[in-house]
């Protein structure tokens, strides 16, 4: 692959990934696939002991990689607070990472689960979203936590 591809390649998952914080932000819905075992899952590209759990923005995005060893599983929405609070914080404290709108490829972005959550609070503190936490007073809240706990 030449340095141009890679550079393309980088700049679309990149491109992909802030399609995925805009678009999560504004449903307040984030995807995942679910079958009989339970969440979708896979390994990082860079460490066969580190666990990806892919999310998308979408629930086409999701279908179109329910193939193979994903065939029979069904995307499934998840609010967005609950994506946060709860999800985010589990696979942060599990050392886990976030495959974000991988394509029928299975490539996208893997990123650190607080960053994303801190990137989404970002990005709904920027559009002066309302969104009840359940355990925040407020967005400014979430973010001072995540930040503490990215130190």
């Avoid at 990082?44 to 998308?56: C, K, T, Y």
């Avoid at 709860?86 to 689960?113: F, P, R, T, Y």
């Avoid at 359940?134 to 979430?142: A, C, H, Q």
């Amino acid at each position: 692959m030449t340095a141009n591809n890679m550079l393309q390649d980088t700049e679309a998952i990149e491109g992909k990934y802030t399609l995925f914080i805009e678009k999560t932000v504004a449903s307040k819905l984030v995807w995942v696939l679910k079958g009989k075992n339970g969440w979708a899952n896979s390994h990082a590209a860079d460490s066969e002991d580190v666990v990806v759990i892919p999310f998308w923005s979408d629930r086409a995005l999701a279908k179109v990689c329910a193939k193979d060893d994903w065939r029979g599983y069904l995307p499934v929405e998840i609010p967005l607070v609950e994506f946060l609070e709860s999800w985010c914080v589990d696979m942060a404290e599990n050392e886990m990472l976030a495959g974000i709108n991988w394509d029928a490829k299975m490539v996208g972005k893997e990123a650190e689960a607080l960053n994303v959550a801190l990137d989404m609070l970002n990005r709904l503190k920027a559009i002066n979203s309302a969104i009840a936490f359940k355990n925040y007073g407020s967005i400014d809240e979430f973010i001072a936590d995540i930040s503490e706990s990215n130190d």
